[in-house]
């Protein structure tokens, strides 16, 4: 009975989502505004996007395994001061987005939902797209540069597998096969061909096989834990940032 509970049940203890009655951003002094859209299984996903007129390259932001994205938007103060457009949106299940988790599965669905809204919606190439992920949100970022090797991939502080996410009594007591979910980072980022970041908040080291395993050719960066140093956080950031020509723009020359 102890095993079919922690298999049916396993999100609650993985997972922290929560639920907000609105997911209107407070704008201040950024240019924000709502987003939405669909994934293929009809699911309704919830976002928000940071415009940014003299830019033409956007980042997507792929969030924690906790909160919504109302905790996250702090960071687009730091896609601003890059000089770039920003989407943060909502996986299934947290925040105002529809659906319900049931495999890891449903997170890459709601990952590719989101890359496509900025390519088919929003009318981005893959070359202007930077795809950033967070901790547990580093696996999805990934995962999309996998299939789009032409998108920028940054890595920050990135979570190497969902063991570090299972709770005491989940990994003593569950065999690790009733475990649904791995977002095995390790076994996948040694295959990326894509332009790479990583970000390591200052005093946390990272994960050594995981560190092994990392592309020779990443560009790291270290993120102060003291905020009086932010601005040489920015001045390491900014030259890694710089807009490329696109296809698009390459072909507007020409003519």
């Given at each position: ?9 396993q ?13 209107a ?6 240019n924000?505004e ?29 969030h924690?395994?906790?909160g919504n994205?109302?905790?996250?938007l702090?960071?687009?103060s730091?896609?601003d001061n890059l ?13 105002v987005s529809g659906?319900?988790?049931?495999k890891?599965?449903?997170f890459?669905?709601d990952a590719?939902?989101a890359?496509?809204?900025?390519v ?6 893959p ?6 992920g967070?901790e ?10 996998l299939e789009?090797?032409?998108m920028?991939?940054?890595l920050?502080n ?7 996410s ?9 065999p ?13 980022v040694?295959?990326?061909k ?9 005093g946390?080291l990272?994960?050594n ?33 710089q ?6 723009d390459?072909t507007?020359?020409?003519?």
């Open positions: 009975v102890w095993l079919l509970f922690a298999f049916f049940q999100e609650h203890y993985l997972f922290f989502p929560s639920r907000t009655n609105s997911n951003p407070s704008p201040g002094e950024l924000m709502l987003a939405s859209f669909e994934t293929k299984d009809k699911v309704k996903l919830a976002g928000a996007f940071l415009k940014n007129e003299a830019s033409d390259e956007v980042i997507l932001f792929f924690e395994n906790a994205l109302t905790n996250y702090g960071v687009f730091l896609f000089g770039k457009n920003a989407l943060i949106f909502d996986y299934r299940q947290f925040g659906g319900k988790l049931r890891e599965k449903d890459l669905v590719q939902a890359v496509d809204f900025l088919k919606e929003k009318g981005y190439a070359e202007q797209i930077t795809l950033w967070k547990f949100g580093a696996f999805f970022a990934t995962k999309m540069a789009n090797p032409e920028r991939l940054v920050e990135p979570m190497p597998d969902i063991t570090k299972i709770p005491w009594f989940l990994r003593y007591f569950v690790r096969f009733l475990i649904k979910y791995e977002f095995d980072l390790v076994a996948l040694g295959e990326v894509n332009r790479l970041i990583t970000i390591q908040k200052e946390i990272m994960n096989d995981l560190k092994e395993a990392l592309p020779k050719q990443k560009q790291e960066v270290v993120y102060p834990q003291k905020t009086k140093e932010f601005e040489e956080f920015l001045d390491q950031l900014k030259p890694l940032f807009e490329k020509k696109t296809k698009k390459e507007k020359t020409t003519e």
